[in-house]
Structure formats: structure tokens, C-alpha cells
């Protein structure tokens, strides 16, 4: 049913059933009504009349059904103004409380409100996804923890790592991620019952003058809708602030995701890692060998559109008038949906990715190969000037001039890298042939990257996920509708 989903392109194909849901207006409806549900509650806990009929009625009919969404539409038709039209709905089911819904509040009460619950739940939503896609990574950087791997600066060769070190930069960038969201989403508080404006004057108008009760409805009703506490200050809406704080660690993400699916699509260009690609799949409608890295590009495309959605979130927030401007709601009714639906299809995506990237062993040792003899220059002089006491200056001009030869093979005539062999047959250095092969084993290159790799793992990533540990068991593999 098209209530139950948030209607986009982007959303209806790649999203989640659950981060649709949560933007649907059936979600939206319903939440609206558990408000009213709860206004009325702590109004009639602190003594004003509402009949148990009432309380009874609404709690039956907290979901809207098809005839009910039917109703709301003709209502807004009419009336132009959506929180009066589902006052009004609502009251035709629960006829005992159609006197008393929305008492007392704005229709901010309700849409702001609802907003925070679903900053919250989304928030939560992002931050399981996040984890399964940190332990999956994880698992990955451990099986390759000391596969020796060329690595790059200014995509130039550069000393060796190993495939699993790399793994653990995206991890930690994806650790930080999920602290930011974390900490954005236990910050969130509640706007509370507070008001046209702010100043509570309604409610202090239902309760007579008594300051006392009115504090403790707007904090029975925080409570009852599950947070623990609400802003102390409002004008008619929260600050438009509180989304760009949320808004802010969901577009960090994509930063994240941007920067690992780039390095995927690098090394595939390289050929030695791949995203997966599936048996029957097309990579090009005329060169039918290619092999595109089109879910790494998505996840590039995704995430900037992320960024942008940032942006949408500041120039709202700066450009509130006062106590409240409604220009701020049809931008909000879009960039809000859009941050979480994004961050959940390309967590989906990233789940996909590492759940099948394929490594390329032979294709990483044969670009080692081109390029380690050259790095292994410096422990063939220390060999050579420490254990077989020759002159330090006299060996580097040796093995520069080796160095520049086997240079002008691999870069003037398109050959291998020599350089192994030029030292082999070079009587200068026969007193280090029996060691060569120990100095140019790519594992003794790595640094302690194999050691990096498993105490970043054991003291930073287990205690992170240890709160997501039955979500990530559960976590079923993503498989995508390409």
C-alpha cells in the first residue's frame, strides 16, 4: 500500500522496508495520533475531564486504514491545513474524544514532535545497518591482515602495507561515524507541549493559572513518549538547529562511504580488488569483457547527494524569523526523508560490497614485483655495509646506477623491472646473493601492519559493536536489485 512507504523513485527502489515505513505517512499519521493519544492522557492524569470513552477510542484507532486516509485527503481539500484534517478524521472513529483531540495544542505540537521521534528512530535504523557494515569490514581486514599490498601516496607507489591495514582506515572513519550518530541521536530531546509561541500560555489557560501542573504535562507527556527529557526553551517549532545536528554526522557518513567505494573503484582499475560482480551480469552493452564497479559508483553518486542535503539543513536553520517562518516546511518534508533514505540504501550498498569483495593475490604480488626492488635498495646497502663491511657511499652509487638502468627498461622500453637480476649478477653484491631473497620478501615490508590490524580490532572495534552484537548476528546478507 503506497501510505505505507515513502513515495520517491530513490526510496520505492532501494530502501529499506523499515526506513521507508518510518517516512510513510502511515508512519506519519500514526504518530500523530499516539500524541494526541498521550496529550490527552497526562491531561486527564492532572485533572482536566476526559472521559475513559475518550482515552479508549483513540487507543483503538491509532492506525489509519485505507477509507481514513480517503477521509484526511478530503478534509485537507477542504479545510487546506493537514493536522485540522486529521483532527477531524480522527474524530470520526473516536467520536467520545472529538472534543477534546489536540486540546490545548498547536500543529506543531504533533509534526514537530513526530519529526524528533523520527530523527530518533532513524537514527537508530542507520546506526544497526552501520554496525553490521563495520563487523563485515572487520572480518574482511582479519582474513587479509598481512597480505603484503603496494601501498600509495599521491596514487604514486609508496612503501608496502598490507590489504587489511587499508580495510582499517574505511573501519575507523566508519567507527567515527557511528559515535557522531550516536552522539546526535542521544542529544535529541523532545519540544514537549509548549504552545502557539513558545510561552505555554494555552495550557496554562487549560489549568488555571497553576504553573506547577503545566510543568508537569509537558514532562509526563516527554516521558510518555519516551524520551527523557524535552528543550527547556521553544518558539513555536524546535530550533531548526537540532536537524542540522543531525543531519551533519549522516552527511560525514557519506564522506566515509565516498572515500572507501573511490578506493574499491581505484584498485579494480588496478585489478586488484573487486566489488562483487555477479555470473550473469553486463558490465557494457558493447564491450561485453568489462567489468564496471557500478555499485561503488553508486554509493559515489549517493553520497553526494548526502553532502548537499547538509546544506538544505543550515540555510533553514539560519533563516528562522522569530518564534517560526513556515518556509522552512516543504524543504524540511524533503531533505529530512531524503538524509535517512540515502544513508540507509548506501549502508545497504556498502553491506553488499563487503560481503563479496573479491581479492586478486597474484595481480598484487606481480605490481609488488615491479615495484620492490627498488624499495629493497636500502636494506641491500645496510646488508651489505653491516654484515659484510662494505663502504656505505660506495655501495649507494652502485645500486643507483643499477637503479637507473633497470628504470629505463621498465619506463623508455615498456620491460620488466631488472633490477633483481642486475644486482645478482654484479660481483660487487656476490657477498649479499645469499640473502637477497630474505631481503625482498614483501612480508618483511609491511611495518607491524599485521599487528595494527588485529589490536585495532580487539580494542577499538569489538567494544564499539559490542551494543549491536544481536543485531549483526541476525543481519541477514544484502543482495540488490541492480
Not at 484507532?61 to 485527503?73: G, R, T
Not at 500543529?107 to 544497526?128: E, K, P
Not at 521553544?234 to 554526522?249: E, F, L
Not at 627498461?409 to 630474505?438: I, M
Amino acid at each position: 500500500m503506497e501510505h505505507n512507504t515513502y513515495q520517491t523513485p530513490l526510496a520505492s527502489r532501494y530502501a529499506s522496508k523499515e526506513m521507508s515505513y518510518l517516512f510513510s505517512p502511515a508512519m506519519r499519521f500514526h504518530t500523530w495520533r499516539k500524541l494526541w493519544l498521550n496529550l490527552a492522557i497526562a491531561e486527564k492524569e492532572l485533572g482536566l475531564h476526559i472521559s475513559d470513552e475518550a482515552i479508549q477510542e483513540m487507543k483503538l484507532n491509532l492506525f489509519l486504514d485505507e477509507n481514513q486516509f480517503k477521509i484526511a485527503a478530503q478534509e485537507e481539500k477542504k479545510r487546506r491545513h493537514d493536522v485540522m484534517a486529521h483532527v477531524h478524521t480522527f474524530g470520526t472513529v473516536a467520536p467520545a474524544a472529538a472534543g477534546i483531540i489536540h486540546l490545548g495544542a498547536t500543529s506543531c505540537y504533533v509534526t514537530d514532535n513526530a519529526d524528533l521521534i523520527f530523527l530518533r528512530d532513524g537514527c537508530n535504523l542507520v546506526l544497526d545497518k552501520l554496525a553490521v557494515v563495520i563487523h563485515r569490514l572487520s572480518a574482511f581486514a582479519a582474513q587479509y591482515r598481512a597480505l603484503p599490498t603496494l601501498g600509495f601516496t599521491h596514487f604514486q607507489p609508496a612503501q608496502l602495507t598490507t590489504v587489511g591495514k587499508r580495510a582499517t582506515l574505511w573501519i575507523q572513519e566508519l567507527l567515527w561515524d557511528l559515535q557522531a550518530i550516536q552522539r546526535a541521536r542521544d542529544d535529541l530531546g523532545f519540544r514537549g507541549v509548549k504552545g502557539t509561541t513558545g510561552t505555554q500560555a494555552s495550557f496554562l489557560a487549560l489549568f488555571h493559572g497553576d504553573h506547577e501542573k503545566v510543568k508537569a504535562l509537558d514532562k509526563r507527556v516527554t516521558e510518555l513518549m519516551g524520551f527523557s527529557y524535552a528543550y527547556p526553551v521553544s518558539g513555536q517549532t524546535y530550533s531548526r538547529k537540532i536537524d542540522v545536528q543531525v543531519i551533519a554526522p549522516l552527511a560525514s557518513f557519506g564522506a566515509t562511504a565516498h572515500k572507501i567505494a573511490t578506493d574499491i573503484r581505484l584498485l579494480a582499475h588496478l585489478k586488484e580488488v573487486e566489488e562483487p560482480f555477479e555470473k550473469d551480469q553486463i558490465g557494457s552493452s558493447a564491450m561485453a569483457y568489462k567489468r564496471n564497479p557500478m555499485r561503488c559508483e553508486r554509493v559515489c553518486s549517493l553520497a553526494r547527494h548526502l553532502w548537499a542535503l547538509q546544506n538544505n539543513t543550515l540555510t533553514t536553520a539560519g533563516t528562522q524569523w522569530f518564534e517560526r517562518t513556515l518556509d522552512d516546511s516543504a524543504n524540511r518534508r524533503i531533505t529530512i526523508p531524503e538524509a535517512f533514505l540515502t544513508t540507509d540504501i548506501l549502508l545497504s550498498t556498502l553491506q553488499n560490497i563487503s560481503e563479496g569483495l573479491v581479492v586478486y593475490p597474484m595481480v598484487i604480488a606481480s605490481r609488488i614485483a615491479q615495484e620492490l626492488p627498488f624499495m629493497a635498495t636500502e636494506n641491500i646497502i645496510m646488508a651489505m655495509v653491516e654484515r659484510h663491511g662494505a663502504d656505505r657511499q660506495e655501495c649507494h652509487e652502485a645500486i643507483r646506477v643499477l637503479s637507473h638502468q633497470a628504470a629505463k627498461v621498465v619506463k623508455d622500453e615498456g620491460g620488466q623491472n631488472d633490477l633483481v637480476e642486475r644486482v645478482r649478477k654484479d660481483p660487487y653484491f656476490a657477498p649479499v646473493l645469499p640473502e637477497l631473497d630474505g631481503l625482498l620478501d614483501a612480508g618483511t615490508f609491511v611495518g607491524r601492519a599485521p599487528e595494527q590490524v588485529d589490536e585495532f580490532l580487539a580494542e577499538w572495534v569489538q567494544p564499539a559493536l559490542e551494543p549491536y552484537q544481536s543485531v549483526i548476528s541476525g543481519a541477514q546478507a544484502v543482495e540488490l536489485n541492480v
